[in-house]
């Protein structure tokens, strides 16, 4: 019995501790699955990047995502599991990712392959409300990202190196939202890569 309420114990700590997804987007409660196109723009020309679906958990995490490219190829999988994260690939070993609460409204994010050997990670910094504050990559660019918001959206992240030089500032506008609140329509506008375009269309479906 005691056994029992260990790990009963154990995996309420480490679902209160993992972050939501729905959070760190500022999306609403209640999604049940949604779809997320990443387009190029060029010339008031549209070039689709990817596709992702996802299906969300009851309280509002990644349960399964699968993401295409323009023409239907998979580039990635992932499946919730409950200690870990799966990401399968096409052309690369699964990793396994496992997300470890530190104190301060930090997680650390982690993966690896089968045999252990580390392919990247991150320490993601959180806001009270759950937002992103920052990431800072750990293993293989050791970049920075810095998150800014303008009345409870997504405003401008900014990406400096390892050193403090700046990388990239990425200017954000969402240009419409569903009744819930939900940004339906983003476009980002990198001031460092010749004013490079991007748009996101966000397609949410609700309980």
């Not at 200017?171 to 983003?186: N, Y």
């Amino acid at each position: 019995m005691r056994v029992l309420l260990f790990f009963i114990l154990v995996f309420a700590v480490q679902s209160c501790a993992t972050k939501k997804y729905i959070n760190k987007q500022l999306l609403p409660e209640g999604i049940k699955s949604a779809t997320e196109e990443k387009y190029l723009v060029e010339n008031n020309q549209k070039k689709l990047l990817y596709k992702k679906q996802m299906v969300f958990t009851g309280n509002g995490r990644i349960k399964y995502s699968k993401t295409v490219d323009a023409v239907g190829n998979l580039l990635q999988e992932t499946q919730k599991r409950l200690w870990f994260e799966v990401q399968s690939y096409p052309d690369k070993e699964t990793y396994y990712c496992k997300t470890r609460w530190k104190p301060n409204q930090r997680e650390r994010i982690s993966c690896y392959t089968r045999k252990q050997y580390k392919q990247n990670e991150s320490i993601y910094h959180y806001n009270s409300d759950g937002s992103i504050a920052k990431i800072v990559d750990n293993f293989s660019t050791f970049y920075t990202q810095y998150f800014y918001y303008t009345n409870k959206e997504l405003s401008k992240i900014v990406i400096r190196d390892k050193n403090d030089v700046l990388i990239d500032e990425v200017l954000i506008h969402c240009e419409a939202k569903d009744e819930k609140g939900a940004c339906l329509k983003e476009t980002r506008i990198s001031t460092q890569t010749n004013h490079k375009k991007e748009e996101i269309d966000f397609f949410p479906k609700y309980d």
